[in-house]
């Protein structure tokens, strides 16, 4: 009876632990406007009100922490992070190294350059030096693409950030950056520059987790099928993409 006592109140001190919880860590890398950025010293855009709406909607308590987007998966792997949600492109290489949710959006690369430039698209071939941010989906395609075949000579610049790129390509230390279609249209209205071709790569953003934790995917994937079927997630769109 004892026994039976204790281990009642056991699994009830347990499972209120696990109701009460602590904060799952959320990780990003906040220069990529407008799923990312910080204003006012906050975190918001897209990806950020997403998780939160997530947060809600599943009943989790998260804590935000901005890194360079080439650390977000080894510290989600390492058990730094709970969640990754950094407008990640769910590739097959990243899945062997953790899980990603439903798809949420869809993007293609774009090439920018300095508004008075007189680049085109050509900006990629030969003699010339193109930002990207390290680790993206945008610095593989410019290697794989443009350096190991010999048709970019010049340089390929890694920057931790995409503001730090679009600083240096101010200053003409580059000609070119490769980025994501939408983030490219959001810097393109914000900043003296124009985006002069797009590279169309279907790609699928994802919100990751550590891999095998089904259970954290299927809680996420029920929440964006709530915030979906509840109007919110166009609601989102409304607020940061019009
Ligand atoms: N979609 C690209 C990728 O997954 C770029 C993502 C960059 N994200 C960021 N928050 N800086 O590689």
């Given at each position: 009876?004892?026994?039976?006592?204790?281990?009642?109140?056991?699994?009830?001190?347990?499972?209120?632990?696990?109701?009460?919880?602590?904060?799952?860590?959320?990780?990003?890398?906040?220069?990529?406007?407008?799923f990312e950025y910080v204003e006012d010293g906050e975190f918001v855009g897209f990806d950020m009100d997403l998780i939160r709406a997530i947060a809600d909607v599943a009943g989790l308590e998260i804590e935000i922490v901005d890194m360079s987007f080439?650390?977000?998966?080894?510290?989600l792997a390492a058990g730094q992070l709970d969640i990754v949600?950094?407008?990640m492109t769910i590739t097959e290489?990243?899945?062997?190294?953790?899980?990603?949710?439903?798809?949420?959006?869809?993007?293609?690369?774009?090439?920018?350059?300095?508004?008075?430039?007189?680049?085109?698209?050509?900006?990629?071939?030969?003699?010339?030096?193109?930002?990207?941010?390290?680790?993206?989906?945008?610095?593989?395609?410019?290697?794989?693409?443009?350096l190991n075949t010999g048709?970019?000579?010049?340089r390929l610049v890694r920057y931790d950030t995409f503001v730090m790129a679009?600083?240096?390509?101010?200053?003409?230390?580059?000609?070119?950056?490769?980025l994501d279609s939408p983030v490219a249209e959001r810097f393109a209205a914000q900043r003296?520059?124009?985006?002069?071709?797009?590279?169309?790569?279907g790609e699928n953003y994802g919100i990751a987790v550590r891999r095998g934790n089904q259970e954290l995917v299927d809680t996420i994937n029920e929440a964006l099928r709530t915030l979906e079927d509840t109007g919110k997630i166009g609601e989102l769109v409304e607020k940061h993409f019009q």
């Open positions: 009876m004892k026994r039976t006592i204790l281990l009642i109140s056991l699994v009830i001190l347990v499972l209120g632990g696990m109701a009460i919880g602590r904060a799952l860590t959320v990780g990003t890398s906040a220069d990529f406007p407008p080439d650390s977000l998966i080894p510290a949600i950094a407008g290489d990243r899945q062997r190294a953790v899980s990603f949710s439903d798809p949420y959006w869809t993007a293609d690369q774009s090439v920018v350059v300095r508004e008075d430039s007189e680049e085109n698209l050509t900006v990629l071939f030969g003699n010339k030096r193109i930002g990207v941010q390290t680790g993206t989906t945008g610095d593989l395609w410019v290697e794989e693409n443009l048709i970019l000579t010049g679009m600083t240096d390509l101010a200053n003409r230390n580059i000609d070119a950056i490769v003296p520059v124009r985006i002069v071709g797009i590279i169309v790569t």
